[in-house]
């Protein structure tokens, strides 16, 4: 039998447990588009007293939820200020100005993932005839790209009380935001507090096979949905869907700490390894991102090195790799993984294994296509 593979490359690789399959063939179900499906409805209450906010919306992605989102937010013309790392930004095709005409006003992020606010105060356009009016400030938490951080409570209030200062709304792509409230070990509700509305995802680490939600005030709610319907997210029996979310609330969001742990122990592993680049003291949830130390190895020879020992991450830039703990991922998998990375790193140095694997057509199947690894991440 082929070993398993140890896939970090993403916790939206996970699989539905047996439970959520479960769920899904006994959900009750109707028309969601006719508000009959009663099973996305209990969902839908369930998400929205969790957040602390008034409705929420079932969408089928993490994607329709911040565009949705941004489009109820914004008027045509309008301009929305964002991390230079965000998600929204950087892995959403430009959706809000291609079809909302919605400005994004970059700022860059802290390495923490926080937009600091001296650089939003500095942004934000005067009321004025010329200017773009400055309609909402979007945040991640956690945030992918800055490996995982995790928002302070400290900063989340600081930026809402400014944010009020200026009568701007704050959405947060709250993509894994469970994984923030298992960080901070406070109830979900003290974090979504702070912000206007929140997007967040049942299929990520919470292992539901689709969806996200949309939560915040109701007249907000009810703008959501019509853009959901627009963009043809209007989905019939989608209870086969919110089965499987609500065991992602109730159930997965309590082990989320499994996860964690997990990560830090990789991030300990790799920091012991002559080749691997990484500060340990910055992972804080599920996500670990190292570099990979100057030598001949390239990012395409490490992964395909790994791939080789049945272990897979992904080139997350130039040098840099990203690893993603979840629930099939186990505390053995990750000392088999540290033990690969290890191998690979040495074979890297004895530069005949490189030549051989590029010999034999090993390093050309398509890691990298030309693009930036950035670019290219899913
Ligand atoms: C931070 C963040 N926001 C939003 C999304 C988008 O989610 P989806 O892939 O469901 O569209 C992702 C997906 O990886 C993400 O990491």
């Known amino acids: 039998m082929a070993p398993r593979t140890v896939d970090l490359r993403s916790d939206t690789l996970t699989h539905p447990t047996d ?37 929420a919306l079932l969408v089928p992605t993490g994607t329709m939820g911040n565009l949705t989102a941004i489009l109820a937010h914004c008027e045509r013309g309008a301009e929305i200020l964002v991390g230079d790392e965000a998600h929204i930004y950087v892995y959403e095709a430009g959706g809000a100005s291609a079809l909302g005409g919605v400005a994004y006003h970059v700022i860059p992020n802290a390495p923490n993932g926080e937009l600091p606010i001296p650089a939003l105060q500095r942004a934000v356009r005067p009321i004025d005839q010329h200017a773009a009016r400055t309609s909402l400030i979007c945040i991640e938490n956690t ?38 409230a298992a960080a901070l070990d406070v109830h979900i509700s003290e974090i979504a507090k702070h912000v206007t509305t929140i997007q967040f995802c049942l299929s990520k680490g919470l292992a539901a096979p689709i969806g996200s939600m949309v939560a915040g005030p109701k007249d907000f709610i009810e703008k959501v949905h019509r853009w959901r319907k627009m963009l043809g997210g209007g989905m019939r029996q989608a209870g086969v869907i919110a089965a499987p979310g609500m065991l992602a609330l109730t159930d997965m969001t309590k082990r989320l700490h499994e996860d964690h742990e997990n990560a830090t122990l990789l991030a300990e592993g790799l920091s012991k390894i002559d080749g691997i680049v990484i500060d340990k003291a910055t992972v804080h949830s599920n996500i670990v991102l190292f570099v990979l130390a100057p030598s001949d190895l390239s990012e395409d020879e490490f992964l ?45 140095r004895s530069s005949g294994i490189i030549s051989a694997m590029k010999h034999i057509g090993l390093l050309s199947n398509g890691y990298g296509n030309g693009r930036p690894a950035s670019i290219t991440k899913v």
């Open 304 to 348: 395909v090195g790994l791939k080789q020992q049945h272990v897979r991450m992904i080139q997350f830039g130039p040098r840099t790799i990203r690893a993603v703990t979840h629930w099939q991922i186990s505390e053995g998998d990750i000392r088999a993984s540290i033990d690969a990375v290890a191998a690979v790193v040495q074979q890297g």
């Open 143 to 180: 945030h992918n790209r800055c490996g995982g951080a995790v928002l302070s409570l400290q900063y989340l209030a600081d930026l809402k009380k400014f944010a009020d200062s200026r009568g701007l709304p704050v959405h947060m792509d709250g993509a894994r935001v469970f994984n923030a």
């Open 19 to 55: 439970a959520m399959r479960e769920a899904m063939a006994k959900a009750p179900v109707g028309d969601d588009v006719y508000a009959e499906d009663p099973t996305v409805n209990e969902l839908q209450e369930m998400a929205a007293e969790l957040m602390g906010k008034e409705a």
